[in-house]
C-alpha cells in the first residue's frame, strides 16, 4: 500500500514544452493527461483530457502546499493538483525519461515493461504497443529496523519506515 500520492521527477525532458492545464477532478503528479480546448474565459490553461492518443503531457507541478506549520506538508507524496487550479505539464516526445515512484500497483513493474496510465494509475499494457516503457527500477529509501514490531519488509525483518522503487519511464514512440 502507497503513502499518499504519486511522485514525479522530470529526469530527461529536454526541449518539451510546458503548458498550463485544469482538471475537473483532482489529478496527481506524474500522470499522463492529453490536451484539450482552451479553459472557457482563459488564455492560456488547457483542458486536461483522460485520453491522450494526440500527444502525452506529462503532469509534473512544483509540489509546494502553502500550509507551512508542519514539516510533512512539503513532502512531495502529500501533494496532489486540486480540481479547477491550473498545474504545469510538460508535453512528451520520443526519447524522453522521467521518474515515477509511489506508485499503486498490483505487481512491481521490471525492466522492459510496456505500461500505459489507465484509470488514474500505471498499469502493464499486456499488448506491448504502449509508447511507454520502463528503463530502469531502483530500490531508495531505508527501513528502520525494530525488532518484532512494524510491518515485515522484505529481507529487512520487521521495520518502520519504507523502501520504495521508483520507475524511470521512456518514451518510444
Known sequence: MRNGYMVVETAFVPRSVC??????????????VGKGDLVEGETSVYEAETDYTDGMYLVANPAWNYETYRATDQNEENYINKAGVAFRAYRLEKDMKFKVYN?????????????????????????????LVVRRVEEVGFPFCIGSAGTKSGNFGYAVGEVMKKYTIEVVK
Do not use: M, R
Request: hydrophobic share 35%.
Open 103 to 131: 506508485l499503486d500497483l498490483e505487481t512491481p513493474f521490471v525492466e522492459g515493461d510496456h505500461v500505459k496510465f489507465e484509470s488514474g494509475k500505471y498499469v502493464k499494457d499486456a499488448g506491448s504497443t504502449s509508447a
Open 19 to 32: 503548458f498550463s492545464l485544469q482538471s475537473a477532478s483532482n489529478i496527481e503528479n506524474g500522470a499522463i
